[in-house]
């Protein structure tokens, strides 16, 4: 996650996003940067709200407005996938490596995940709170210059970002039975990227 104070925003980390790549190369400009643990460098909404929103709201930083990357469902749950095939990871419950893609598929659409396919979704992560606190910007995952267009009309000139943490290639076919249970349980995914206006925020 990232703060710029000045500029009143907040930049969340949603995992699988490419956000890290950003972190990376705007950390110098931010005002705050959290990088551990992994559950406050990607706090989802909730967890903003619970833990940052009441130190910034005490500091005058009730006007920040939050910024989220959401990428297509299908291609990130492929991207868990393939971040799971590391190597590091072999013999672990959360290794994907003896899994097809299919099998994954099927496990993340089940009430509740074995390890290794337990993803969590999109639309909890930025999932507006009773008390109005929303992800104001919304940007696709799949059109990366508008989120630098925006992000250069807060910050100015931006630096080169440089992708990181790119999962390796493999074969993510999937049959269209599963990609329909896909589509049908995570229904809340698919509407919320859908509902992001391409090319703006």
């Not at 868990?80 to 099998?103: A, C, H, I, K, M």
Request: charged letters at 25%.
């Amino acid at each position: 996650m990232l703060v710029f104070w000045k500029e009143r925003l907040v930049l969340l980390s949603v995992p699988k996003t490419g956000t890290q790549a950003y972190m990376r190369a705007l950390a110098p400009r931010a005002s705050m940067v959290v990088n551990d643990p992994p559950e406050l460098k990607h706090a989802p909404l909730y967890r903003y709200n619970r833990f940052f929103r009441p130190m910034f709201d005490k500091m005058g930083g009730d006007d920040l407005e939050l910024a989220a990357v959401i990428r297509e469902p299908l291609s990130w749950l492929g991207s868990w996938y393939r971040y799971r095939q590391r190597e590091n990871l072999t013999g672990q419950p959360t290794s994907t490596r003896d899994v097809t893609f299919d099998q994954f598929l099927h496990a993340a659409c089940q009430d509740a995940p074995p390890a290794f396919a337990n993803v969590g979704a999109q639309s909890k992560f930025v999932e507006a709170r009773p008390n109005g606190i929303k992800v104001t910007h919304l940007f696709r995952y799949e059109e990366q210059a508008a989120l630098q267009t925006f992000l250069q009309s807060k910050l100015g000139v931006l630096p080169e970002i440089v992708p990181i943490n790119v999962s390796p290639k493999r074969d993510l076919q999937v049959s269209a039975e599963t990609e329909e249970l896909v589509r049908r349980y995570r229904a809340a995914d698919f509407d919320l990227w859908d509902r992001i206006a391409p090319g703006r925020p």
